[in-house]
């Protein structure tokens, strides 16, 4: 079932599972400027801290942060002890978001009965957007076991999927994630189509931050030792 019409789940009635939370920030940032992406800060706070409360606030049972590159910097924030996450560190980031999610697969503890997972570079995914993608995964066609928001179709992020899923991507060897689950099943992917632009927009390079502050009016910052004139080229 690769794509739908079905509307866009809203009714608070709906049997919600116990569902927790990868968000990936391991990454290098090498088109920043080899800077931290979840750092930036909109209206003052990082996008780490902004993505973990709007976790906490949707109820996911439990949240898990991978870090890699930069790890030590990203441990310094307040955020991840306010808002009560953990953390694994990726021993691999260079191989990219897969071997984040296997580590944070793995560091999960167990009882969840679904898995959302998030790109901590993603500065518009509040607590409204988490909540109806939870809806989504609740109210999915019969037989799928995986949620990709799409929009205008194309793929978006989060994904929610089940905890069998999880375990399949686990088995499925180093190169086993979500887009290659997603190929050897695509009748159980659920792509769940939505105007949200939100599920589309990341900041990867500094023209992502131009194309941001167009659409949105939002500027992201640097903290003032990640700023141009405080850091050393790599």
């Known amino acids: 079932m690769n794509a739908t019409t079905q509307p866009t789940p809203t009714s608070q009635d709906l049997a919600l599972p116990r569902m927790g939370a990868l968000v990936l920030a391991a990454g290098a940032g090498r088109r920043m400027g080899h800077r ?4 930036l800060q ?48 990726n021993p691999q980031p260079d191989a990219g978001h897969v071997s984040s999610l296997r ?23 509040d607590v409204t957007a988490i909540q109806a993608l939870m809806n989504a995964y609740a109210a999915r066609p019969e037989g799928t076991h995986m949620v990709q928001p799409t929009v205008q179709d194309l793929p978006g992020n989060p994904v929610v ?19 290659q689950w997603q190929q050897l099943n695509p009748e ?11 599920y589309r927009l990341d900041v990867d390079n500094e023209q992502d931050l131009q194309t941001l502050e ?15 004139q405080n850091i050393t080229p790599a």
Not at 161 to 179: D, E, K, N, P
């Open 42 to 89: 909109l209206n003052g706070r990082s996008l780490i801290d902004r993505q973990l409360e709007a976790v906490h606030q949707a109820g996911l049972a439990s949240v898990l942060v991978v870090l890699g590159h930069h790890a030590e910097r990203i441990q310094q924030q307040a955020a991840l002890q306010h808002w009560g996450a953990r953390w694994v560190v």
């Open 188 to 198: 159980k992917t659920y792509r769940w189509k939505t105007p949200d632009a939100r």
């Open 103 to 125: 580590a944070g697969l793995q560091a999960l503890p167990p009882g969840l009965a679904a898995v959302m997972v998030l790109l901590a570079d993603q500065p518009m995914v």
């Open 161 to 179: 999927f089940s905890s069998a899923v999880a375990l399949q991507i686990l088995a499925g060897g180093v190169q086993m994630g979500v887009r």
């Open 36 to 39: 931290p992406k979840c750092l």
């Open 214 to 228: 167009t659409l949105t009016g939002h500027r992201l910052l640097w903290p003032s030792d990640l700023s141009r």
